[in-house]
Nanobody
Framework: QVQLVESGGGLVQAGGSLRLSCAASRNIFNVGIMGWYRQAPGKQRELVAV???????KYGDSVQGRFTISRDSAKNTVYLQMNSLKPEDTAVYYC????????????????WGQGTQVTVSS
């Protein structure tokens, strides 16, 4: 069991930047998958960026080259640096941790944060 708390969301103009943080209540050094998903009104939930054990980070096609995921295991925290933001990035961003590494659709051991709103104006 793990509690996840996101922060750093807000309102920004197109072209601006935000940095999201997700603080976990326990050690994440050996976590199978940890990262970010987002969901906008009327749209499907989509992968933003995740760190998978033993592999390079995976990014959604729409954010590739603009967003960067990183983590500080000593602080039990994962970050999402978002640059060159676009209006279509507007969504609620959710932190996700999965100890099995199966992802949110298959795992029985996944945990979600409460979400943080990101709004990008034109």
């Amino acid at each position: 069991q793990v509690q996840l708390v996101e922060s750093g969301g807000g309102l920004v103009q197109a072209g601006g930047s935000l940095r999201l943080s997700c603080a976990a209540s326990r050690n994440i050094f050996n976590v199978g998958i940890m990262g970010w998903y987002r969901q906008a009104p009327g749209k499907q939930r989509e992968l933003v960026a995740v760190i998978i054990s033993g592999r390079n980070p995976k990014y959604g096609d729409s954010v590739q080259g603009r967003f960067t995921i990183s983590r500080d295991s000593a602080k039990n925290t994962v970050y999402l640096q978002m640059n060159s933001l676009k209006p279509e990035d507007t969504a609620v961003y959710y932190c996700y941790v999965d100890f099995s590494g199966l992802g949110p659709d298959r795992s029985r051991n996944g945990f979600w944060g409460q979400g943080t709103q990101v709004t990008v104006s034109s």
